[in-house]
């Protein structure tokens, strides 16, 4: 196993998260049904949806240990500006690491959601 063909987060509420991705964080909406919303990717880019609970998660925050990672093209420091002008939680500031530099943030779920702009 050596590719994430697709990943799925189960979140509380799915219109509270579409309009998380898709207004404060910029994602596309491919499409959507009553249980998911999937977001748009290009062919060996990365690819994920948003789903109702497959279990009861009263009391639960899913996210906690999840980080997805997405690389970007943008400059960090721009991407940083416009997260705060828009109020996405951001988990402290641009780091340094060995894979470039990162800007990670949370969702409504407790994801991290973590920017990469590689070296």
Do not use: H
């Amino acid at each position: 196993m050596r590719k994430l063909n697709f990943a799925s987060l189960q979140v509380r509420d799915l219109e509270i998260s579409k309009d998380f991705y898709a207004n404060k964080l910029g994602f596309e909406i491919a499409s959507v049904n009553p249980a998911a919303c999937i977001f748009k990717y290009d062919e060996g880019e990365a690819s994920f949806a948003i789903r109702k609970p497959l279990t009861d998660l009263t009391g639960k925050e899913p996210g906690i240990g999840v980080s997805l990672w997405f690389a970007i093209d943008e400059d960090i420091e721009e991407l940083e500006r416009t997260l705060t002008e828009r109020e996405v939680p951001l988990l402290g500031p641009v780091n340094n690491t060995p894979f470039g530099r990162t800007l990670i943030v949370k969702d409504p779920d407790g994801y991290n959601i973590t920017f990469l702009q590689p070296n």
